[in-house]
């Protein structure tokens, strides 16, 4: 029991998939009322329609559209076109200046 002036924060999982496919939440942008990615594909990205499932904090599940290991663009989604040249970048690698201070 809670005196006066406590609080308490409780989670409720109703559903739990091990095998849902998760991208960046900005990963993803609408247009025209769909629900689109830019997904690289042999150094260039193509548009690619998606539906969303569930949501939570900086993440989205795709249940269709995508599959296990497509990469997706995070960033600069208003500068390209469907076809366009793209480099990938992984933020997750350290950086030169990281590897040599660890």
């Known amino acids: 029991m809670l005196r006066p ?8 999982i109703t559903e739990r998939r091990d095998d849902a496919l ?3 939440e900005q990963a993803v942008f609408a247009q025209g009322g769909k629900q689109l990615v830019y997904k690289v594909v042999d150094g ?4 690619t329609e998606v539906t969303v ?3 939570r904090v ?3 599940e795709i249940t269709s559209g995508l ?5 997706v663009v995070t960033a600069g989604q208003l500068k390209l076109h469907d076809g366009a040249a793209v ?8 950086t030169q ?6």
Not at 5 to 12: H, I, M, S, V
Not at 44 to 47: H, S
């Open 67 to 71: 599959a296990p290991g497509d990469l």
């Open 87 to 94: 480099r990938v970048i992984n933020s997750d690698a350290p």
């Open 97 to 102: 200046r990281e590897q040599e201070v660890s």
């Open 53 to 55: 499932g569930g949501r």
């Open 58 to 60: 900086g993440q989205a």
């Open 22 to 24: 998760l991208i960046p």
């Open 5 to 12: 002036g406590l609080f308490a924060t409780e989670r409720l």
């Open 44 to 47: 260039a990205a193509r548009l």
